[in-house]
């Protein structure tokens, strides 16, 4: 199950019986904020796609972190973290440690948000001097953490569907060699193609459901392609029904993350 769904970790054990293979939880921010203000999330049924604007809006980390403790899952859980709303794009790397810091210890794996649009500046932590800045960081203190706790978490960034290959190309070269271990393929888009003309398709926010489907699959062969099979690749496809995610796995291991069915469909 993708994050998003459980942002304070409150249902874990719940999620676990369902039967998903893992369970992430959050985004989570160093201090709890209100995300963005009411409604700000849409649904647009014709194109079975949702539009949020949601804001990682979440309790804090240390909330999360009491429901994390207090899990019977015994299965493999991530932890996803982000930076609060009110902290400088130039300030977010001391953000990410703050989490990496606190939910090292309890997470099967962490996962670094930098492709969430509804938070200002966000995406530009995907690019560039900002990402290597970032990346150096979180591999430079997991591996202090590592060696202190014994154990090495494995780091996966997740990235937006709206960067042309050569981006993609490069973003994958910077997360190879800071030492990264997956890619989350993708985030919402802020494309609007497929769903023109709809009820609450202007609205601000991040597109996902089934106009988000070919950007994902069109991601689970190039992520493959530019890291050579040296990490893995997690397609978060987006897609309301188990049949419409990626007709085929990318190349090199990858998991297939559920999101979105649910709000669209119900419980089926």
Same mark, same amino acid.
Request: with cysteine; aromatic share 6%.
């Given at each position: 199950?993708?994050?998003?769904?459980?942002?304070?970790?409150a249902?874990?054990?719940?999620?676990?019986?369902?039967?998903?293979?893992?369970?992430?939880?959050?985004?989570?921010?160093?201090?709890?904020?209100?995300?963005?203000?009411?409604?700000?999330?849409?649904r647009?049924p014709?194109?079975?796609?949702?539009?949020n604007?949601?804001?990682?809006?979440?309790?804090?980390?240390?909330?999360?972190?009491?429901?994390?403790r207090?899990?019977?899952?015994?299965?493999?859980?991530?932890?996803?973290?982000?930076k609060?709303?009110?902290?400088?794009?130039?300030?977010?790397?001391?953000?990410?440690?703050?989490?990496?810091?606190?939910?090292?210890?309890?997470a099967?794996?962490?996962?670094?948000?930098?492709?969430s649009?509804?938070?200002?500046?966000?995406?530009?932590?995907?690019?560039?001097?900002?990402?290597?800045?970032?990346?150096?960081?979180?591999?430079?203190?997991?591996?202090?953490?590592a060696?202190?706790?014994?154990?090495?978490?494995p780091?996966?960034?997740?990235?937006?569907?709206?960067?042309?290959?050569?981006?993609?190309?490069?973003?994958?070269?910077?997360?190879?060699?800071?030492?990264?271990?997956?890619?989350?393929?993708?985030?919402?888009?802020?494309s609007?193609?497929g769903v023109?003309?709809?009820?609450?398709?202007?609205? !601000?926010?991040?597109? #996902?459901?089934?106009?988000?489907?070919? /950007?994902? @699959? =069109? +991601?689970?062969?190039?992520? $493959?392609v530019?890291?050579?099979? !040296?990490?893995?690749? #997690?397609?978060?496809a987006?897609?309301? /029904?188990? @049949? =419409? +995610?990626?007709?085929?796995? $990318?190349?090199?291991?990858?998991?297939?993350?559920c999101?979105?069915?649910?709000?669209?469909?119900? /419980?089926?």
């Amino acid at each position: 199950m993708a994050a998003g769904l459980d942002k304070n970790g409150a249902a874990i054990d719940g999620f676990a019986q369902l039967g998903f293979g893992f369970v992430e939880v959050g985004t989570v921010t160093p201090r709890p904020q209100p995300g963005n203000p009411k409604p700000r999330i849409f649904r647009l049924p014709q194109a079975q796609a949702i539009i949020n604007r949601m804001g990682f809006n979440n309790l804090g980390v240390d909330h999360l972190l009491e429901h994390v403790r207090a899990a019977r899952f015994n299965g493999v859980l991530g932890i996803n973290i982000g930076k609060n709303f009110d902290t400088p794009v130039e300030n977010a790397v001391s953000d990410y440690l703050i989490g990496l810091n606190k939910v090292y210890a309890h997470a099967s794996y962490i996962t670094v948000n930098v492709s969430s649009p509804n938070t200002p500046g966000l995406r530009s932590l995907q690019f560039g001097d900002s990402l290597k800045q970032l990346l150096d960081a979180l591999a430079e203190r997991r591996e202090v953490l590592a060696t202190e706790q014994r154990k090495r978490v494995p780091l996966a960034i997740k990235i937006a569907p709206d960067m042309t290959d050569e981006e993609t190309a490069l973003v994958a070269q910077a997360l190879l060699a800071s030492g990264m271990d997956a890619v989350i393929a993708t985030n919402t888009t802020l494309s609007r193609e497929g769903v023109e003309g709809l009820a609450h398709a202007d609205e !601000a926010g991040g597109l #996902s459901g089934g106009p988000v489907r070919e /950007r994902v @699959r =069109t +991601q689970c062969v190039c992520w $493959p392609v530019n890291w050579q099979g !040296a990490c893995p690749s #997690s397609p978060l496809a987006a897609s309301p /029904r188990a @049949r =419409t +995610q990626p007709r085929r796995s $990318p190349p090199g291991r990858a998991w297939c993350r559920c999101i979105r069915g649910s709000s669209i469909e119900g /419980r089926h």
